[in-house]
């Protein structure tokens, strides 16, 4: 079964960037909205920024200003630069794409963690 796959976490210090990718593991028709979530420890995942096929994006107030959300619908794959991070970024962060199949994909979550 495709997943989507992620990459780019680490550990940075606060003030600093990282930019985090997702692409599918195998072939699928393509994707409608894709974004971003988060789940810090003992807390609900949320929403971190979704972004349309047309390109429409949307952000979490948290992180307005400082993260970019982009895609490439020729490659489906999907971006998410992040800068000026705070330590309350720390979380597992999820790509996520509703396929136009109707499926919701998700994929494995990677780490990002601030440290202050």
């Known amino acids: 079964q495709v997943q989507l796959v992620e990459s780019g976490g680490g550990l940075v210090q606060a003030g600093g960037s990282l930019r985090l990718s997702c692409a599918p593991s195998?072939?699928?028709?393509?994707?409608?909205?894709m974004g971003w979530y988060r789940q810090a420890p003992g807390k609900e995942r949320e929403r971190v920024a979704t972004?349309?096929?047309?390109?429409?994006?949307i952000y979490a107030d948290s992180v307005k200003g400082r993260f970019t959300i982009s895609r490439d619908n020729a490659k489906m794959t999907l971006r998410l630069q992040m800068n000026s991070l705070k330590p309350e970024d720390t979380a597992v962060y999820y790509c996520?794409?509703?396929?136009?199949?109707?499926?919701?994909?998700w994929g494995q979550g990677t780490q990002v963690t601030v440290s202050s």
């Open positions: 996520n794409g509703l396929g136009y199949n109707g499926i919701n994909y």
């Open positions: 195998g072939i699928i028709l393509g994707f409608n909205v």
């Open positions: 972004i349309t096929s047309g390109g429409t994006t």
